[in-house]
Each structure stands twice: as structure tokens, then as C-alpha cells.
């Protein structure tokens, strides 16, 4: 490098250095901006936590205090002594598995068809699940809920699973991986005398694993946060999900709500946990997965 420096003129080493100091520069900038970001993401989550360890009188503090003076553990064992937690979140574990292997079994499926099947329509059925992911769940959600009600699906697994169980999201997301699989790998798999499930199960899906990993974490992630469906068809405790829980909580508390932040922080600390470690299992899988949704 400095052999490379003495054959350069004046002129040209001011330039060299110019442009290694707007370097540095950049570099630093993009550090600081991507620090700040993930303290403002970050935050929130780091305020719940140490909320939850507070006192009800250092909470109302009339300046805010971003470490507890004391730790008051038994918060957690307050709310789960009033209210029943345990139930809420087997029930949310149980629909948003449920929910979930639906969504991949009827999107594999569907995206194998879209994307290597031939069958008469095939481009106008996909327009319509297109179409589907423009429409807000909120205009649905009547006919669907007339429907649950005519099967008796109210305050039911049922209710809460089946109408969830299918996404255009997913359909299409896979669709497009799936497509870009090589048909030449497919016609090796039928020389080797592997049928349709065959296929998907030995050819695409491992071919496409961070992709279909993403969506599923995706699914979990949004089955696990639900509320509005939810809402609609749950009326009793025993089938009501975390998201519900929370709310009912908030509201339970009344005109005691400030005064029980703490309490309210240690129950959304609980439900949150199993979404959190989650992507942290799966962050790698997740972000492979939308790299190569965007370079396609």
C-alpha cells in the first residue's frame, strides 16, 4: 500500500484520501442510523420488560426511571394468580398450530398447482387469490361469522381454526419460489418414480426451506397476535386467546388501570415470549427467506 502511495502525485493522493475519508464517513453514518433504529424498535420491548418489575409508585413517578429502584418479581405471580393465563395461552398455542399447519399444508399444495400444474383457469383462480389479499378481513368477516354460526362453531376450536386455516399470502409467496425451481429437477424426481407428494416433499420444499420457513414463522407470528377474529367468536374465558386475555385484563383493572401497569407489562411479557424466541430460532431461515423473495 505505501509502495503504491509514493507513485501516486499530490493531486492523486488528495483524491485517494478524499474519498477514503467520504468512506469512513458513510460507514459511520450507516452505523449510527441503524444503531438508532434499533434502539427506537427496541425500546418498547426493553420498557415492557423493566415495567414489569417495578412498583405501582415508581410507575407513577413524575419523571420516568429506565432501571428499577427496586424489583418486584411478584407481579408475575399476582397476575397469574388472577388471572388464568396458562389457559390462555394453551389456547392461543393450540389454534395458532392448528392454523398454521393448515396455512402450509393448503399452501404447498395450492402453490404446486399454481405454479407446475396445468389445468384449465389456472391464471384466473390465481387472480382471485390475488384478489383476496386486497380484500380487508373486516368486509369478510360477516359472512364468515353467519357461517360459523349456522355450524355452531361459536365459542369452539372449530370457530377459531378452520376459517383461519387458508392465506392467499402464503399461497402466493410459495407459488413464486416454487416457480423458480427448474423443471428439469421435478423430471429427475419422476425418473427416480416419485409421484406429485413426492415431489413437493422431496424436491420443492427442501429446495425452497428458508422460504417456507419464513411463511410459517409468519403465520405463527400473525395466528398468535389475532385478535379481531377472535373477538368475533369467543364470548367464554375457556377458548379466549392471549390477544383477547390482554384486553379483558386492561378492562378488568377499571379505574385501578394505572396503578396496575406493572401487572399488565408482566402478562404482555409472558404472551409475548413464545413469538420473541421464535424468530430468534428462526431470524437466519427468515432473512435468507426475503432475500431471495426480493432478488425474484
Known sequence: METVKLHMTDEQLALHRAAH??????AIL?????????LIMVFPLYWMVISSFKSSNELLLTYPTFWPQEWHPENYSIVMAKFPIGTYMINSLICTVAT???????????AYAFSKGDFPGKDILFLLILG????????????????ASHLNWINTFWGLIIPESVSAYFIFMLRQNFKAVDES????????GMGRIGLIRHVLVPMNKPAVITVTVLAFINGWNSYFWPKMV????????????????LRSFAADEIRSFNQLMAAALVCVIPVVVL?????????TGFSKAAMK
Open 21 to 26: 475519508r467520504r468512506k469512513t464517513i458513510g
Open 30 to 38: 450507516q452505523y449510527t442510523f441503524a444503531i438508532l433504529l434499533t
Open 100 to 110: 398454521t399447519l393448515g396455512q402450509l399444508l393448503v399452501g404447498v399444495f395450492a
Open 132 to 147: 383476496a389479499l386486497m380484500v380487508p378481513t373486516q368486509v369478510t368477516f360477516i359472512p364468515t361469522y353467519i357461517m
Open 185 to 192: 429437477y421435478l423430471d429427475a424426481g419422476r425418473v427416480d
Open 234 to 249: 369467543t364470548t367464554r374465558d375457556e377458548y379466549r386467546t392471549v390477544s383477547i386475555a390482554l384486553q379483558q385484563m
Open 279 to 287: 424468530f430468534l430460532l428462526c431470524q437466519k431461515y427468515i432473512l
